[in-house]
């Protein structure tokens, strides 16, 4: 076993903005890491939140910055800057770590070509629908990966989430940090890339996890989904040479075509005297939405519940409608803008 004095200095680096919700969860648990306190720095970024945030922070030891700039990334690349640790993990405002969190990550860092750590994200509430739903998708926004696995490059659904992420500072600083012009979602994921395509060394951990508080009311999950969309239009147009835009565009056409061709069928039913159009994409889209349902059969039996096999299909096609709108909400304000 390893010495805990080979362990690197960690600086823990938490993006915040209206979380007092959820935030002192997250600070109680924060505060019983196991880990050296010499080597270990816990750096909160405020947004300019306008609620209870800023003061729950303040209640606790650890050091409170303002964002220098405007988004997520800018939150992150404020963290770097506000703190000195050889590793920098992140985790969210709405999350939980367990106590053995940083020293997962510190294990995993031993080694000295790893230049990245993800791990596994988790439900915190089993008891609501929503959150349950969101561990049990098959349209996973998490990663999906099970034990250690150390790659070079990583696929679209081994992609970690960045409530669960840490880099070495060097590696980072040799990718110039995160892209602050990309925002709302895929933001997290374009470093990781980035260091993939530089030959860096990445592990993938499900022994590294954090609990995630879901979104737990379906208005803010779809939002949530449209932002995402919107993240992936930014990423699109600023990196558009990059393995997760040209993954985003192919979804951003086939989802969008999927749309306009049910929506033309139903105009041309209007007009179609015997509702051919209309009778042709109901059947189209009941044959999609009973494959679907099959994803979900043993889901629903496993857990005796009709209710999940015929309502996820139903979430997995909202939210696939709001991403899409969003992506398109957001290339529409960028050409709109340039015009």
């Given amino acids: 076993m390893a010495d805990s ?38 750096v909160f970024v405020d947004g300019n939140s306008t609620d209870d945030t800023r003061q729950i922070i303040g209640e606790y030891p650890v050091k409170l910055v303002d964002e220098e700039g405007r988004g997520l990334n800018a939150a992150r690349n404020t963290g770097i800057r506000h703190s000195k640790g050889e590793i920098l ?13 940083a020293k997962g990550i510190a294990r995993n860092f031993r080694e000295p070509g790893v230049s990245f750590v993800g791990g596994m994200v988790m439900g915190y509430d089993e008891t609501d629908f929503i959150s349950t739903y969101m561990d049990e998708t098959f349209f996973q926004v998490k990663p999906s990966f099970s034990g250690r696995h150390k790659v070079n490059e990583l696929y679209l659904f081994n992609f970690p989430a960045g409530c669960n992420m840490a880099f070495r500072r060097k590696a980072m600083e040799k990718i110039d940090f995160f892209d602050e012009r990309i925002d709302h979602g895929f933001d997290d994921l374009f470093p ?5 395509d530089r030959g860096f060394s990445l592990v993938l951990d499900t022994d590294v996890r954090v609990f995630h508080q879901h979104r737990t009311d379906l208005r ?6 449209y932002n995402y969309g919107r993240g992936g239009s930014l990423l699109l147009v600023h990196r558009s040479s990059s393995r997760l835009a040209h993954w985003f565009s ?4 086939t989802s969008t075509f999927g749309i306009s061709l049910f929506i033309l069928l139903i105009w041309t039913s209007l007009y179609w005297p015997k509702m051919l159009p209309l009778s042709f994409g109901i059947g189209f889209y009941t044959f999609g939405f009973m494959v679907l349902i099959s994803f979900y059969l043993g889901i ?15 979430l997995d096609v909202a939210r696939g409608f709001f991403f899409t709108m969003g992506g398109i909400a957001q290339l529409l304000r960028i050409i709109f803008r340039r015009s």
């Fill in 89 to 101: 993990a992140y985790t969210d405002g709405d999350c939980v770590v367990p106590p053995e969190w």
């Fill in 220 to 225: 803010e999950l779809l939002k949530q989904h």
């Fill in 192 to 196: 990781v890339e980035k260091l993939s």
């Fill in 5 to 42: 004095s080979d362990d690197p200095s960690i600086a823990v680096i938490v993006p915040v903005r209206n979380m007092a919700r959820t935030v002192r969860d997250l600070l109680d648990s924060l505060m019983k890491l196991d880990y050296d306190e010499e080597k270990l720095e816990i």
């Fill in 250 to 253: 192919t979804y951003l056409f």
């Fill in 300 to 314: 629903a039996i496993k857990s005796r519940s009709l209710r999940k096999l015929i309502l996820y299909p139903i």
